[in-house]
């Protein structure tokens, strides 16, 4: 089986392929996109995940998102009529496709000891109809001549030149460098170091996710920070403005021993500095290690000249094993190439996962029949994103196995699972952990048949990863970079000495000199501290002021917890000491806002900031807390025995602020047992107006107000200040808790009150067509006119009768004005909107009068 296929790449290989060969920064993948974008589908294949992401937004503006697709294991998007794929390596449709063009970037790779035998497949088995390419280095021509028959090589020079440059202290490092180390220990030791006299750094390791990689590279290419420590991980796939690449080292662990490198893969990262048209130069770090820290002249000669030993061996693994059982599945996968240009595949960890669970008769006993082999081997093919090797990872597989084999995972399950990995709390190798079991299960939504709802659970597991991302970029950013050092780094250089610095009240003085202030936790340069001879003054307190701010924080922490902290909410803003520490955004409701620290705060050492952020979001929930009663109605709401129109109900009481004209709540429709559920709930059923009575004072209503605006509702009357009873009534809308008499404004809880009164002497008068009198001595006592007292009556259903003419002899004042009550028209409709029986007499009554 071996034999014939590796002799069918050598009879069947369909012409018009080329192979562009050359070191980094020779546009190969650029070139690339021109050619398949020229054709009329295409497909390009990238060894990782970021770099297929980056080229298909490129294309996407080229050819629009209905005709780009981007396949990976972890995500998908895939237009129906889509005719240009980006992919991995690992997820390109060979055999399901057929494009006009086709290309393998990085084919060198095919020497790769983990993932070698796939780019060899794709080297001797991926075509296009019209057009192939294959891109890489230049060590891999003579095994493309002898493995692919008629191909085109095209040798590609280098646009700029790169020149070795010695070693460097890290501290003598230029800006716009790259320090390249090999363990994330030592990023981490070098970039705290940077942040130290530098500002700080951009950090690239090959565990973070494609977002947060991004996100950090954003902040180096935009010139925040003028420093990126990364790993190996930046040799292939960036694209920087980097000018020095430095080697903290250049030896590394590559999973099986401690070796160091080879000249290509210095060449790969040294590569990295000089982009485009613009030379760059490489050295190493002293100090960082002994002899082998050091470049050899060969090694020098070699990447400066772009000449390298060609490679002798691609491995290569039978693509196509039999899947009768899981001992001829292996055998398949063992089985040892016929062409002298390959060799067998290294044992990867699919293959070592595979093997480690073959041999447990639990597992292996459950694997019986073609499908099912199929079936295990992709599973065994997850991979080990959380680079926890093959023991820990088969537990994991046989776990997933257990849940596959007798059908597809159901939702509810994985949503649990993504669910769990859903908190952004932790620090750098915790949140580094996550990412990575997310993208396992990112993995595992994107399987055709493994998942159900798999559309639903893949957006979700994305959601996630992005949100962990965006949570390790900030702790990143946290941990390695000095904003406002950098700046000052960039225009002082580092000769700002340790000069002393104090703080008195707000005023920071160096060496006794006043240079500017801290108000709140911003600083502020005095603006004569901007000549050229203090700039050295300006440095030292920069340096200074890190622990100036956490005495601060912890100052204001503890003025928190005791209560005596004089913190204001001011426009959705807590403020103190006239500066702005945090603002309030759109949280899930309208009660539950997000406190966002200000950027102020990012100058405070993390955990004085974590601590003194922790104390702002109690100190908003005690300010919050008068607006109880309607975070209990919106509990209710949420509730599901609540009921679509008790909810409906609630809902527009909590965006009015606790008060709703009666007429609009739909308050008559709800049932005995709803109603009793309201008045449970603390809202007063008025006769014109549904009210909280909690919610009838003016820095309550502002507060609401407040949150109203956050959540982006529109913007009421502000309140009355004392909440007086009785208003003038103006041109401009009635201020909340007001009912509008006309000529006069009255408080809801005291128009309830005088028309409870009515309704009392209305019970309590003998039923006669004379009516019932009604005292105006407590109306007149809130303010009211006798025209609103009137009106009010009248809104309620409430009307005067005519007085009877006095006899022509008769003489005294003239006799009390006399009211009669009719129920209001909605509760009339309110009562008669029962359903008609259409069996019953008055049905037909009804049909013989229409």
């Not at 903290?248 to 990262?269: C, F, N, V």
């Not at 109690?618 to 009663?629: C, F, Q, S, Y």
């Not at 709930?681 to 502002?702: K, S, Y």
């Not at 309110?830 to 019953?840: I, K, L, N, Y």
Request: glycine letters at 8%; charged letters at 25%; proline letters at 6%.
């Amino acid at each position: 089986m071996a034999y014939d296929r590796n002799a069918s790449a050598r009879n069947d290989a369909p012409t018009g392929v080329k192979a562009v060969l050359g070191p980094t920064n020779t546009g190969k993948t650029h070139l690339a996109i021109e050619r398949m974008c020229a054709h009329s589908s295409g497909m390009i294949g990238f060894p990782l995940r970021l770099l297929a992401r980056e080229v298909y937004d490129r294309v996407v503006k080229i050819k629009g998102e209905k005709s780009v697709a981007l396949i990976t294991g972890e995500e998908r998007i895939e237009p129906p009529n889509a005719r240009y794929l980006l992919c991995t390596a690992e997820a390109m449709p060979v055999t399901e496709r057929s494009m006009a063009f086709v290309a393998i970037d990085e084919a060198q790779l095919a020497a790769d000891r983990e993932r070698g035998h796939v780019f060899t497949d794709r080297l001797l088995h991926a075509r296009g109809r019209e057009e192939t390419m294959i891109l890489g280095s230049s060590i891999a021509e003579p095994l493309v001549r002898a493995l692919v028959p008629g191909v085109e090589i095209v040798t590609r020079p280098r646009f700029s030149t790169l020149t070795h440059s010695g070693a460097k202290k890290l501290s003598r490092v230029p800006p716009r460098s790259a320090i390249v180390a090999f363990s994330s220990e030592q990023v981490y030791a070098i970039a705290e170091m940077l942040r130290r006299f530098r500002g700080g750094a951009a950090v690239v390791m090959g565990a973070l996710s494609p977002q947060t990689r991004n996100a950090q590279v954003a902040l180096y290419q935009s010139g925040e920070v003028d420093y990126l420590v990364a790993t190996d991980a930046i040799g292939m796939g960036l694209n920087l403005d980097v000018e020095h690449v430095a080697f903290a080292g250049l030896s590394k662990y590559d999973g099986r021993r401690h070796r160091r490198l080879t000249p290509p893969e210095m060449a790969q990262i040294a590569g990295r500095a000089g982009r485009h048209q613009k030379d760059g130069t490489f050295g190493t770090l002293t100090g960082s290690g002994g002899h082998d820290s050091e470049f050899d002249p060969e090694e020098i000669y070699a990447i400066e000249e772009h000449r390298f030993a060609p490679l002798t061996k691609l491995f290569w693994r039978e693509p196509e094993p039999r899947f009768d059982s899981l001992a001829t599945l292996i055998a398949d996968l063992e089985t040892p190439p016929m062409r002298p240009e390959l060799a067998p595949a290294p044992e990867a960890i699919d293959l070592a996962v595979l093997k480690r669970l073959a041999d447990e008769g639990p597992v292996a006993d459950t694997v019986r029949g073609l499908g099912q082999v199929r079936r295990f081997w992709d599973v065994c093919r997850l991979p080990d994103f959380r680079h926890q090797g093959v023991e820990t990872h088969s537990r994991f597989v046989a776990r997933l196995w257990q849940d596959l084999r007798q059908g597809e995972l159901g939702a509810d399950y994985v949503a649990a699972q993504i669910a769990q990995l859903d908190r952004t709390g932790g620090d750098i190798d915790t949140l580094q952990g996550r990412i990575a079991a997310i993208r396992s299960w990112a993995y595992i939504c994107q399987r055709p048949d493994w998942v159900l709802a798999r559309d639903e659970m893949a957006a979700r597991a994305r959601a996630v990863e992005a949100r962990l991302s965006d949570a390790l970029h900030s702790k990143l950013t946290e941990r390695f970079i000095n904003r406002r050092t950098a700046v000052l780094m960039r225009k002082l250089g580092t000769d700002a000495g340790l000069l002393s610095v104090r703080l008195e009240d707000e005023e920071v003085l160096v060496e006794g000199e006043h240079i500017g202030a801290l108000r709140g936790f911003a600083f502020q340069v005095d603006p004569g501290a901007r000549l050229s001879d203090r700039k050295l003054l300006l440095a030292a307190a920069e340096k200074h002021l890190s622990s100036l701010l956490q005495k601060r924080a912890d100052t204001l922490v503890e003025a928190l917890h005791e209560g005596s902290a004089a913190i204001t909410l001011q426009g959705g803003a807590l403020v103190w000491d006239g500066q702005k520490l945090a603002s309030l955004a759109p949280g899930k409701s309208l009660l539950t806002p997000v406190l966002v620290p200000d950027r102020t705060l990012d100058a405070v050492p993390a955990p004085s900031r974590k601590a003194l952020v922790a104390a702002l979001e109690a100190w908003l929930d005690t300010a919050i807390a008068p607006l109880a009663p309607l975070r209990k109605l919106d509990e209710a709401s949420r509730a599901p025995d609540t009921g679509p129109d008790l909810r409906a109900l609630l809902i527009t009481l909590v965006e009015r602020g606790g008060m709703a004209p009666r007429e609009e709540t739909g308050v008559d429709r709800l049932d005995k047992g709803r109603r009793t559920m309201l008045t449970r709930l603390g809202v007063r059923v008025g006769t014109l107006d549904l009210f909280v009575p909690a919610m009838l004072r003016a820095q309550v209503i502002e507060l609401w107000r407040q949150l109203a605006r956050i959540a982006g509702k529109p913007d009421a009357e502000a309140p009355a200040p004392q909440m007086a009873p009785a208003l003038a009534a103006s041109n401009r809308r009635p201020p909340l808790g007001y009912r509008n008499l006309g000529k006069q404004l009255l408080r809801l809880d005291m128009a309830e009150k005088l028309l409870r009164e009515a309704h009392d002497a209305r019970a309590g008068a003998e039923r006669s067509r004379a009516g019932f009198a009604l005292d105006p001595a407590r109306a007149v006592s809130m303010g009211l006119t006798t025209g609103s007292y009137a009106r009010l009556l009248r809104l309620a259903g409430f009307q005067p009768l005519m007085p009877r003419a006095l006899a022509e002899a008769a003489h005294g004042p003239p006799a009390p004005v006399r009211w009669r009550w009719r129920p209001p028209r909605r509760q009339v409709e309110a009562e008669t909107s029962a359903p008609m029986r259409r069996d019953g007499a008055f049905a037909a009554l009804a049909d013989m009068v229409r």
